[in-house]
Nanobody, 128 residues
Framework: QVQLVESGGGSVQTGGSLRLSCVASGYTYSRYCMGWFRQAPGSEREGVAT???????TYGDSVKGRFTISRDSALNIMYLQMNSLKPEDTAMYYC??????????????????????WGQGTQVTVSS
């Protein structure tokens, strides 16, 4: 029983920044691998970033150098700081937790099939 709620989405201009938050409740553990995924209309769900218990991050190639994932394990909060936003970043962003209990994220990672808990999503729109 894990509940995930995202917030922080909105509309920004190209080059702007947004900070997404994901609050977890229920039976949550710091050893869970957590991540962010996104999906644009008509597109496949894409892995954005993941973070393990030891704060080791993994990023998708399209966001490396622009996005930063972090977490506060004690408060069960995960963040995604998004800088230098582009119109291509426009999508619904989902918070997710890996379905297995582990201190590390599954390798190679960024696979949505490895995640069993999902939030409702928060919309990010970047204007050109």
């Amino acid at each position: 029983q894990v509940q995930l709620v995202e917030s922080g989405g909105g509309s920004v201009q190209t080059g702007g920044s947004l900070r997404l938050s994901c609050v977890a409740s229920g039976y949550t553990y710091s050893r869970y691998c957590m991540g962010w995924f996104r999906q644009a209309p008509g597109s496949e769900r894409e892995g954005v970033a993941t973070i393990d218990r030891y704060a080791t991050p993994t990023y998708g190639d399209s966001v490396k150098g622009r996005f930063t994932i972090s977490r506060d394990s004690a408060l069960n909060i995960m963040y995604l700081q998004m800088n230098s936003l582009k119109p291509e970043d426009t999508a619904m962003y989902y918070c997710a937790a890996e379905k297995r209990l582990s201190y590390y994220c599954h390798s190679p990672g960024l696979r949505d099939s490895d995640f069993g808990y999902w939030g409702q999503g928060t919309q990010v729109t970047v204007s050109s």
